[in-house]
């Protein structure tokens, strides 16, 4: 049996220093690694040890190879915005029921003018979408769903300048989406809760975000469970890249999530958290959506409107770890946050 190798950088350099033999992600100097933890497993065997990137690549082993090509390979633009920086994703929720800002954006108008705002506060890419799947969640049938979202991305579309994003598990919203003017298609399920959804999003041919999820929305939080949460993760997304490759959509089309707060404990979140750029291991950019999760609440006991701090604490730490995307309610906060932390970083 293939033992399957991992690598996950580690040890953040600043451009200056980032000369020489380094690992870099994304074909991004500016995202320089010292060092590297390796990892194999086999079976449930799990054997980590940690080198320099000089001594990783100065030694080449087949079974490291194509993940470490993996890593470095420039990342494609996600609608025409190339991956030079950590893009911000804003959240508009045109539900009645999602977590943190349910009902406050269910109308048209005031989600369109939300929308505009996050965009006016920095936001690369506008996410809507029309059905919570937050913890117990009931599922929205697709024509509610589309009664909900459709409005909004042509208004947005018309209005904006940024590309859309639908947040949707349906093939027929994301079909109905795109020809309303969405650029990006956002799925929890990865393209697995719709049987046709696979087809749907290799012919509509825009970019699509797997995400993790163990469960369903209204099920995920009943005693998740994992061998090694971290690499389980790694393993399922890898599976459903193959999945979709197979399907005919490119892995220069796919952008992977490792689903925070999705079918996870607090521990599994945090060991997600410590360990996202192992996801670069995948060839594809890296998405982080922690914005006020019940993780941060569970740590700091306090509800998603006061969550702020926490969030963006996570943000950095994804960007640290070379994320491409941070998804997040707060915009203006998130994007100076993201200023400052680069500023320093570029020194």
């Given at each position: 049996?293939?033992?399957?190798?991992?690598?996950?950088?580690?040890?953040?350099?600043?451009?200056?220093?980032?000369?020489?033999?380094?690992?870099?992600?994304?074909?991004?100097?500016?995202?320089?690694?010292?060092?590297?933890?390796?990892?194999?497993?086999?079976?449930?065997?799990?054997?980590?040890?940690?080198?320099?990137?000089?001594?990783?690549?100065?030694?080449?082993?087949?079974?490291?190879?194509?993940?470490?090509?993996?890593?470095?390979?420039?990342?494609?633009?996600?609608?025409?915005?190339?991956?030079?920086?950590?893009?911000v994703m804003g959240i508009v929720n045109v539900t009645p029921d999602s977590f943190s800002d349910g009902g406050r954006y269910l109308d048209s108008a005031a989600a369109v003018a939300h929308a505009l705002?996050?965009?006016?506060?920095?936001?690369?890419?506008?996410?809507?979408?029309?059905?919570?799947?937050?913890?117990?969640?009931?599922?929205?049938?697709?024509?509610?769903?589309?009664?909900?979202?459709?409005?909004?991305?042509?208004?947005?579309?018309?209005?904006?300048?940024?590309?859309?994003?639908?947040?949707?598990?349906?093939?027929?919203?994301?079909?109905?989406?795109?020809?309303?003017?969405?650029?990006?298609?956002?799925?929890?399920?990865?393209?697995?809760?719709?049987?046709?959804?696979?087809?749907?999003?290799?012919?509509?041919?825009?970019?699509?975000?797997?995400?993790?999820?163990?469960?369903?929305?209204?099920?995920?939080?009943?005693?998740?469970?994992?061998?090694?949460?971290?690499?389980?993760?790694?393993?399922?997304?890898?599976?459903?890249?193959?999945?979709?490759?197979?399907?005919?959509?490119?892995?220069?089309?796919?952008?992977?999530?490792?689903?925070?707060?999705?079918?996870?404990?607090?521990?599994?979140?945090?060991?997600?958290?410590?360990?996202?750029?192992?996801?670069?291991?995948?060839?594809?950019?890296?998405?982080?959506?922690?914005?006020?999760?019940?993780?941060?609440?569970?740590?700091?006991?306090?509800?998603?409107?006061?969550?702020?701090?926490?969030?963006?604490?996570?943000?950095?730490?994804?960007?640290?770890?070379?994320?491409?995307?941070?998804?997040?309610?707060?915009?203006?906060?998130?994007?100076?946050?993201?200023?400052?932390?680069?500023?320093?970083?570029?020194?």
């Open positions: 049996m293939k033992t399957p190798f991992y690598i996950r950088p580690t040890g953040r350099l600043a451009p200056a220093a980032g000369e020489g033999r380094v690992i870099s992600v994304g074909g991004r100097r500016e995202a320089s690694y010292a060092a590297a933890e390796i990892v194999e497993r086999n079976g449930t065997s799990v054997r980590r040890r940690l080198v320099t990137a000089a001594e990783l690549l100065a030694t080449p082993h087949a079974g490291l190879e194509p993940v470490l090509q993996r890593i470095a390979a420039p990342r494609a633009a996600i609608a025409d915005i190339p991956l030079a920086r950590t893009l705002q996050l965009e006016a506060e920095g936001a690369d890419i506008l996410d809507i979408g029309g059905e919570s799947t937050r913890p117990g969640a009931d599922p929205v049938g697709a024509d509610e769903e589309c009664r909900r979202v459709l409005p909004v991305i042509e208004a947005v579309v018309k209005q904006g300048g940024v590309p859309v994003s639908i947040d949707t598990r349906k093939a027929e919203v994301m079909r109905r989406a795109a020809d309303a003017g969405a650029r990006i298609i956002n799925d929890v399920s990865a393209l697995t809760h719709d049987t046709g959804s696979l087809d749907a999003a290799a012919k509509i041919e825009l970019p699509v975000i797997l995400m993790h999820a163990q469960g369903d929305p209204r099920t995920m939080q009943d005693h998740p469970r994992y061998d090694d949460v971290v690499l389980d993760v790694y393993d399922w997304l890898d599976a459903r890249i193959a999945a979709c490759e197979r399907a005919g959509i490119a892995r220069e089309r796919l952008i992977v999530d490792p689903g925070i707060g999705f079918g996870k404990t607090l521990a599994h979140n945090l060991a997600l958290l410590a360990s996202l750029s192992i996801f670069h291991g995948l060839g594809c950019p890296v998405l982080l959506g922690a914005s006020r999760k019940s993780f941060i609440g569970k740590l700091l006991g306090v509800p998603p409107a006061e969550r702020l701090p926490g969030s963006l604490a996570a943000a950095l730490a994804g960007v640290d770890q070379g994320v491409q995307i941070v998804r997040v309610h707060d915009v203006a906060a998130t994007c100076q946050a993201l200023a400052v932390w680069s500023g320093a970083a570029s020194i």
